[in-house]
């Protein structure tokens, strides 16, 4: 909804259209714990892109007659992936989990899920809630100076509210523990294959994320 006009760039196809008129490319995702907006283009178009890009964080207009679109296109991937025996693997995984953790919740988004009333008043409110600057990052890269790299991130995202929402993540409950572990389940899978996977639970590794204690796990384990 973010890339589907702002304020200062009210066309639903602005960002895009000049991103892919400068060579570039664009594209977000949601992983467990953040979202992540990326674009590239070419160095003469940047600013005007880094313009673009920063409006979605500032004033987006999350246009009623945009919602509607956005829901069939995650509703098309959502029917893309019933076919995907790795999607399929993965949510079931999801439920295995304990009932009152989010992790056990459906995992993307379909029509049955998101078309409902209220759903552009819900996007509006997280937005609102969540969408703060101390609990952001940005990164740029360019070739131009790093001095004026810094002076155009300050100029284009100063607007930015901070909302001063916690910094770390805490939940109720966790995914996992002595009831819902040491299962064993078996999956008919849509492709015609055979294999075995053993899942491990363990401590969150983001604080030690320089180091990467998971790559020295993972390398152990694949030989």
């Not at 409902?116 to 609990?135: A, G, Q």
């Amino acid at each position: 909804m973010l890339f589907m006009g702002t304020k200062k760039y009210p066309n639903q196809n602005d960002y895009s259209s000049y991103i892919t008129s400068n060579s570039g490319m664009n594209n977000a995702y949601t992983a467990y714990l953040d979202t992540n907006y990326f674009f590239d283009c070419s160095n003469s178009a940047f600013e005007g892109a880094l313009d673009r890009f920063a409006q979605f964080f500032v004033c987006p207009l999350m246009d009623e007659t945009c919602v509607d679109k956005e829901i069939n296109a995650v509703d098309s991937e959502h029917n893309k992936n019933l076919m995907s025996d790795n999607w399929r693997q993965f949510q079931l995984f999801r439920s295995t989990s304990l009932p009152d953790h989010p992790f056990n919740k459906f995992g993307t988004g379909s029509l049955a899920t998101l078309k409902h009333p209220s759903i552009r008043e819900d996007l509006l409110k997280f937005y609102d809630t969540y969408y703060s600057s101390n609990i952001m990052k940005l990164v740029v890269y360019s070739n131009k100076e790093i001095q004026t790299l810094q002076s155009l991130v300050e100029k284009l995202f100063s607007n930015v509210k901070n909302k001063n929402l916690p910094t770390k993540y805490t939940f109720n409950s966790i995914p996992f523990d002595k009831s819902n572990m040491g299962q064993m389940v078996k999956v008919m899978p849509i492709e015609d294959k055979n294999s075995l996977e053993f899942l491990w639970i363990i401590e969150n590794l983001n604080p030690y994320y320089k180091a990467k204690p998971g790559d020295y796990i993972a390398n152990i384990f694949s030989g």
